[in-house]
């Protein structure tokens, strides 16, 4: 029996970005987390909610939204709908894709810049 004192990581979730009064849109999604960057794009041990994401054409996985990357991330798809766990080993993760609803841009953790925001335009309102 081992009685010792552990200590576990914890993430509270950031949602201020998410407007309260609208609804969102969701779908499943798998983040290439290679394309990510451990101090930047989750510094915690978790990729944190409200990241833009773009489509990285030729695998099908999510990587962050870069407008000058020539992958397909230089599209911006949406934003991670909520903070997501790296695995161990730099596997890819399950995640959910917030891509329509209303956000305020101001509370995202990375901002969208004004190309992401027009990638977005038919689905998303910024506020």
Not at 38 to 65: C, D, E, M, Q, W
Not at 81 to 110: E, H, N, Y
Request: glycine share 12%; with cysteine.
């Amino acid at each position: 029996m081992d009685i010792g004192v552990t200590q576990n990581a914890r993430q509270v979730e950031n949602l201020s970005w998410r407007h309260q009064d609208g609804g969102y849109d969701a779908e499943s999604i798998t983040l290439d987390i290679s394309a990510f960057t451990a101090g930047t794009h989750y510094p915690n041990g978790y990729v944190r909610s409200g990241t833009p994401l773009g489509k990285i054409t030729a695998t099908g996985l999510f990587g962050p939204y870069d407008n000058a990357a020539s992958d397909g991330r230089e599209v911006c798809a949406g934003v991670l709908a909520a903070f997501t766990p790296v695995p161990a080993g730099g596997r890819d993760a399950g995640a959910a894709l917030f891509f329509a609803g209303v956000i305020k841009a101001s509370k995202l953790p990375i901002t969208i810049d004004t190309a992401g925001k027009a990638d977005l335009a038919a689905w998303i309102r910024f506020v």
